[in-house]
């Protein structure tokens, strides 16, 4: 984690580097051609670097996240608060395939058709959760 101040908007955030250095973090954002920034959410072409300033004396560890804690925050952001993991869709969705990072299923009661975004938690287990 680092702080970044966004010259056009102003405005000061924490981005996550994850595991990169700062120099490997700093590599990727000068080959990122296109952004939204995520202070002001205005989108520009070209690289973050160009409106960011980073500031590195700022740089600290995030803390590891554990898998409760994560699953609680991925809950947090998704509709109804419901995920599923790979067996739980498998029992209430006939999962139809995966096109473009989604997928899509059946609901086996309604037989709604679902659209499904998916992630994997910090152990790796897969949990999807409605877009649709
Ligand atoms: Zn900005």
Redesign the pocket.
């Known amino acids: 984690m680092v702080k970044v101040t966004?010259r056009?908007?102003n405005?000061t955030f924490t981005l996550n580097i994850e595991e990169n250095t700062l120099d490997e973090a700093i590599e990727m954002l000068k080959q990122t051609k296109g952004f939204e920034?995520t202070?002001?959410h205005?989108v520009e072409l070209g690289s973050p670097m160009d409106?960011w300033t980073i500031h590195p004396e700022t740089i600290y560890e995030a803390e590891p996240m554990t898998e409760g804690d994560w699953l609680e925050r991925l809950k947090a952001t998704v509709a109804n608060g419901t995920v599923w993991d790979t067996q739980e869709l498998g029992r209430d969705f006939e999962i139809a395939g995966f096109t473009t990072g989604l997928c899509v299923g059946r609901d086996r009661k309604t037989r709604e058709e679902v659209c499904f975004d998916y992630g994997a938690s910090p152990s790796g287990k897969r949990y999807y959760w409605r877009i649709s």
């Open positions: 966004c056009k908007c405005e920034c202070a002001g205005h409106y």
